[in-house]
């Protein structure tokens, strides 16, 4: 079991910047391939961008690849999402996950942490 916390959400212009962060309880977070999710009002989640445990390799949505950057801190059990060039239509809830290794599915989600982007 792993507790994730996000914070750093907030309201930003169009075309501004933000980091998300997602802290994690327990010792094996290095253990974890990590993802961020959002989630609009009255839209199904979606998958946003993914981490492996050591940092080598991510993965992210068509939408908005080339303007977030997923990265992890193991010493600090801390994820990130930078995100920029920020756009209305990004405004969402946005959730930290965890996946065990070896296992298809997120197991492991946080509280959400709100991001809203004016025009």
């Known amino acids: 079991q792993v507790q994730l916390v996000e914070s750093g959400g907030g309201l930003v212009q169009a075309g501004g910047s933000l980091k998300l962060s997602c802290a994690a309880s327990?010792?094996?977070?290095?253990?974890?391939?990590m993802g961020w999710f959002r989630q609009a009002p009255g839209k199904e989640r979606e998958f946003v961008g993914g981490?492996?445990?050591?940092?080598?390799?991510?993965y992210y949505a068509n939408s908005v690849k080339d303007r977030f950057t997923i990265s992890r801190d193991n010493a600090k059990s801390t994820v990130y999402l930078q995100m920029i060039s920020l756009r209305p239509e990004d405004t969402a809830v946005y959730f930290c996950?965890?996946?065990?290794?070896?296992?298809?599915?997120?197991?492991?989600w946080g509280q959400g942490t709100q991001v809203t982007v004016s025009s």
């Open positions: 327990g010792r094996a977070f290095s253990s974890y391939a």
């Open positions: 981490i492996n445990r050591d940092n080598s390799s991510t």
């Open positions: 996950a965890a996946r065990r290794f070896g296992k298809a599915e997120y197991d492991y």
